[in-house]
């Protein structure tokens, strides 16, 4: 998953990406900051923020960890707010983003050929390829 917002100049900002038990979009409030999208197959558990509180009060070791899902997710935004204040050059080199790749991402694999082959369409070109432009 991935939670994102649109700003009205159209610019789309990206909050974070979620992988398989995570827990997401617990905020303060009555309206979200930031929208989800599923960028592959997934399920989502929706469960009603009064229920999650209610299931705190009731169980030390869910309010411990409500605590602590909230300190890490803190954390996770510092980090990123400073993150923005970064060149284009000193974020493509932050080792902590380096880190989180490496943590989340599978053996490295040859990408699919170009074009589609069975369908009759051959490649343009190699990539990066070329770009439609309109004259």
């Known amino acids: 998953m991935r939670t994102y917002k649109i700003f009205d100049?159209?610019?789309r900002?990206?909050?974070a990406f979620y992988f398989p038990g995570d827990l997401f979009g617990l905020e303060v409030g009555a309206e979200h900051q930031?929208?989800?999208?599923?960028?592959?197959?997934?399920?989502?558990?929706?469960?009603?923020r009064r229920v999650l509180i209610a299931f705190a009060d009731s169980d030390g070791d869910v309010a411990r960890w409500l605590w602590s899902f909230t300190a890490?997710?803190?954390?996770?935004?510092?980090k990123h707010m400073l993150i923005l204040i970064k060149s284009a050059e000193d974020r493509v080199a932050w080792p902590e983003l380096a880190a989180?790749?490496?943590?989340?991402?599978?053996?490295t694999a040859e990408p699919p050929s170009m074009g589609a082959a069975a369908a009759g369409y051959a490649p343009l070109c190699?990539?990066?390829?070329?770009?439609?432009?309109?004259a």
């Open 13 to 15: 900002q990206i909050g």
């Open 126 to 134: 190699e990539a990066p390829g070329i770009y439609v432009s309109q």
């Open 100 to 107: 989180w790749l490496a943590r989340h991402s599978g053996a």
């Open 34 to 48: 930031f929208s989800a999208e599923a960028i592959d197959k997934c399920v989502v558990l929706v469960v009603k």
């Open 72 to 78: 890490g997710e803190l954390s996770r935004v510092q």
């Open 9 to 11: 100049d159209g610019r």
